[in-house]
Nanobody
Framework: QVQLVESGGGLVQPGGSLTLSCAASGSIFIINGLAWYRQAPGKQRELVAG???????NYGDSVKGRFTISRDNAMNTMYLQMNSLKLEDTAVYYC??????????????WGQGTQVTVSS
């Protein structure tokens, strides 16, 4: 019942910046966690960044110091600010949300993915 819509992907030069957005809609009671993942062709999906209800964040080693995850106060939208982009950051980026719906059932929703390509 919970849907996520991503935007903000595109082509950027090395050293540049992009901001990804993920908007949530649906019958949400509680959001337990928000996260960004990415997957490059031929590679496994990896965690990029996560954020809890209390605002605690966690980042993958390869993006620490360069990427920042954030959310609005209502937790309806989350963002991934990406700075100092490198060629190896090229991947499809997915947002993820875990929580409890108004029906009191646990949900685990994913966005459709947005392509980020870092190239000269």
């Amino acid at each position: 019942q919970v849907q996520l819509v991503e935007s903000g992907g595109g082509l950027v030069q090395p050293g540049g910046s992009l901001t990804l957005s993920c908007a949530a809609s649906g019958s949400i009671f509680i959001i337990n966690g928000l996260a960004w993942y990415r997957q490059a062709p031929g590679k496994q999906r990896e965690l990029v960044a996560g954020i809890t209800n209390s605002g605690n964040t966690n980042y993958g080693d390869s993006v620490k110091g360069r990427f920042t995850i954030s959310r609005d106060n209502a937790m309806n939208t989350m963002y991934l600010q990406m700075n100092s982009l490198k060629l190896e950051d090229t991947a499809v980026y997915y947002c993820s949300m875990k929580g409890i719906g108004l029906d009191r059932k646990i949900f685990d929703s994913w966005g459709q993915g947005t392509q980020v390509t870092v190239s000269s």
